[in-house]
């Protein structure tokens, strides 16, 4: 349930009128997963809002070292919602993490960091709002197993309405499986997911996301996507913290499991999350001008080149795993040519033309996916998109026409994304200046990122041998 909470007597109103249980608090560590404590109501007051509820950050992965680990959970009232998923009547608020000494933002905490980058855009004077909308693509499978070890890795997914079941004893077998890329908005009995994604749509909308619509994706095996509505930065991370968390506890209700990995499936599309953005001030898109191309203003093209120019180190936030890659593949129907153009999907930076209105002027980056941690995917975009402004990066001339489809000679010109998580560390060592304006990002935390990635996947990913690799050399 949405409470509509905006000060902390307003908690305490709610408290009451909704004979709440329990309270609990929620922050996102670094990769991006929700970790939560909580409380008896009875023990919660309103000084705990103001003041702060300590805890020990030294188990959050990203966070502070042991000798250095008390923190302190600050609630935003503005977050507040009934959990639908609680057997007991819970309060939910996310939190930002602060020190308790300075009093300032943990350095680390991601919704910190994106609470910096509103504040710098804003003390910049370029805007007073930058809008985001993520359209985050996700599976929901039957089945799940996975394992490894010194001597086996290995995995496999299932899905009722996958075409690899087509021989499956079912018992019966009605058939209605979805053919490899055919999964675009078909029809039930086709579709095998409609109520399941309505039921999440309509618990979304009762804690407050604005759900536009939902519908099958492009991949066999149960492929969806729920679009939200454009927010503020801050809000549409925690919107899109909210979506998952519905989206992962409605599937398991129903016996299912849901994953927003971006490349789970070989040979059929991947998930990607398609992020829209723009730039308010004084009531009034800084993104429209209708003499502009395509609608757009000078500001607007800047931003473009501002993506475009940082897109390597931004995509170590917004493709951030290993399987990011797998997605982000030449060829195929990826984004990874960093041009920008009207309408073109092929394009790391697509304009679109749904509508002529100045305040629908917007740019979508089709990069990012959904394993990323919007907090910090976000804040890199915006950051990237202010530099570009602020120096007036050219995004060259859009390109229009179908990217696959240009000549070796003409192709040769354009860029194209990191080929490999690797490579985008590497960029994001090279290329971070731009994130330390205005102290959005740090030092020490691109450093302690750049550490998590390459200890925690890169070199575990490397070391292993990879089950393909048996199919390819076991018999040389």
Same mark, same amino acid.
């Given at each position: 349930?949405?409470?509509?909470?905006?000060?902390?007597?307003?908690?305490?109103? &709610?408290?009451?009128?909704?004979?709440?249980?329990?309270?609990?608090?929620?922050?996102?560590?670094?990769?991006?997963?929700?970790?939560?404590?909580?409380?008896?109501?009875?023990? +919660?007051?309103?000084?705990?809002?103001?003041?702060?509820?300590?805890?020990?950050?030294?188990?959050?992965?990203?966070?502070?070292?042991?000798?250095?680990?008390?923190?302190?959970?600050?609630?935003?009232?503005?977050?507040? +919602?009934?959990?639908?998923?609680?057997?007991?009547?819970?309060?939910?608020?996310?939190?930002?993490?602060?020190?308790?000494?300075?009093?300032?933002?943990?350095? =680390?905490?991601?919704?910190?960091?994106?609470?910096?980058? @509103? &504040? +710098?855009?804003?003390?910049?004077?370029?805007?007073?709002?930058?809008?985001?909308?993520? @359209?985050?693509?996700?599976?929901?499978?039957?089945?799940?197993?996975?394992?490894?070890?010194?001597?086996?890795?290995?995995?496999?997914?299932?899905?009722?309405?996958?075409?690899?079941?087509?021989?499956?004893?079912?018992? #019966?077998?009605?058939?209605?499986?979805?053919?490899?890329?055919?999964?675009?908005?078909?029809?039930?009995?086709?579709?095998?997911?409609?109520?399941?994604?309505?039921?999440?749509?309509?618990?979304? $909308?009762?804690?407050?996301?604005?759900?536009?619509?939902?519908?099958?994706?492009?991949?066999?095996?149960?492929?969806?996507?729920?679009?939200?509505?454009?927010?503020?930065?801050?809000?549409?991370?925690?919107?899109?913290?909210?979506?998952?968390?519905?989206? $992962?506890?409605?599937?398991?209700?129903?016996?299912?499991?849901?994953?927003?990995?971006?490349?789970?499936?070989?040979?059929?599309?991947?998930?990607?999350?398609?992020?829209?953005?723009?730039?308010?001030?004084?009531?009034?898109?800084?993104?429209?001008?209708?003499?502009?191309?395509?609608?757009?203003?000078?500001?607007? =093209?800047?931003?473009?080149?501002?993506?475009?120019?940082?897109?390597?180190?931004?995509?170590?936030? &917004?493709? #951030?795993?290993?399987?990011?890659?797998?997605?982000?593949?030449?060829?195929?129907?990826?984004?990874?040519?960093?041009?920008?153009?009207?309408?073109?999907?092929?394009?790391?930076?697509?304009?679109?033309?749904?509508?002529?209105?100045?305040?629908?002027?917007?740019? @979508?980056?089709?990069?990012?996916?959904?394993?990323?941690?919007?907090?910090?995917?976000?804040? &890199?975009?915006?950051?990237?998109?202010?530099?570009?402004? =602020?120096?007036?990066?050219?995004?060259?001339?859009?390109?229009?026409?179908?990217?696959?489809?240009?000549?070796?000679?003409?192709? *040769?010109?354009? #860029?194209?994304?990191?080929?490999?998580?690797?490579?985008?560390?590497?960029?994001?060592?090279?290329?971070? *200046?731009?994130?330390?304006?205005?102290?959005?990002?740090?030092?020490? +935390?691109?450093?302690?990122?750049?550490?998590?990635?390459?200890?925690?996947?890169?070199?575990?990913?490397?070391?292993?041998?990879? #089950?393909?690799?048996?199919?390819?050399?076991?018999?040389?």
């Amino acid at each position: 349930m949405q409470l509509g909470c905006k000060s902390p007597s307003d908690v305490a109103k &709610a408290m009451k009128d909704n004979e709440v249980e329990m309270i609990d608090l929620r922050i996102t560590d670094v990769p991006g997963l929700w970790h939560h404590i909580s409380y008896p109501a009875a023990v +919660f007051k309103e000084d705990n809002i103001v003041e702060g509820m300590g805890f020990d950050g030294s188990s959050i992965r990203g966070f502070k070292a042991i000798n250095e680990s008390d923190m302190l959970l600050m609630p935003d009232v503005k977050t507040a +919602f009934i959990d639908p998923f609680a057997r007991y009547k819970t309060l939910v608020m996310i939190c930002d993490v602060k020190d308790p000494y300075s009093g300032e933002f943990y350095s =680390r905490d991601p919704r910190g960091i994106a609470l910096k980058a @509103e &504040a +710098f855009m804003r003390n910049s004077g370029t805007g007073d709002n930058a809008y985001f909308g993520a @359209e985050a693509e996700f599976f929901v499978f039957d089945d799940v197993k996975m394992g490894q070890g010194l001597n086996y890795a290995t995995y496999e997914v299932d899905s009722v309405e996958g075409h690899w079941n087509s021989l499956s004893d079912e018992m #019966p077998n009605l058939g209605h499986k979805i053919g490899p890329k055919a999964g675009y908005f078909p029809c039930p009995p086709l579709d095998s997911l409609n109520d399941i994604r309505a039921e999440m749509s309509l618990l979304m $909308r009762q804690i407050g996301l604005e759900v536009e619509c939902h519908h099958h994706e492009v991949a066999t095996g149960g492929q969806c996507e729920i679009d939200m509505r454009f927010d503020t930065l801050i809000r549409h991370a925690d919107s899109l913290m909210m979506y998952k968390y519905v989206v $992962r506890n409605v599937a398991k209700q129903h016996g299912k499991t849901a994953t927003f990995m971006p490349k789970p499936l070989y040979g059929d599309n991947g998930s990607g999350m398609h992020t829209h953005q723009s730039i308010w001030k004084d009531g009034n898109p800084e993104f429209a001008d209708e003499a502009g191309y395509a609608g757009l203003s000078q500001l607007c =093209r800047w931003y473009i080149g501002g993506l475009l120019k940082h897109a390597g180190s931004i995509l170590a936030f &917004a493709a #951030p795993t290993t399987n990011s890659y797998r997605r982000l593949v030449p060829g195929y129907e990826a984004p990874v040519n960093l041009a920008w153009s009207l309408r073109n999907r092929s394009a790391a930076c697509r304009i679109p033309a749904y509508s002529n209105s100045p305040k629908a002027k917007r740019i @979508e980056f089709r990069c990012p996916d959904p394993s990323c941690n919007p907090y910090l995917a976000f804040s &890199a975009q915006l950051m990237a998109g202010l530099d570009g402004i =602020r120096n007036r990066i050219d995004p060259g001339d859009p390109v229009d026409k179908n990217i696959y489809d240009l000549p070796p000679e003409e192709l *040769a010109h354009i #860029p194209t994304v990191p080929g490999q998580l690797s490579d985008a560390i590497r960029c994001l060592e090279e290329d971070h *200046a731009y994130l330390l304006e205005g102290e959005v990002f740090t030092t020490d +935390f691109i450093e302690s990122y750049i550490d998590l990635k390459r200890t925690t996947e890169l070199d575990p990913i490397r070391l292993r041998p990879h #089950p393909y690799e048996f199919v390819l050399y076991y018999e040389l």
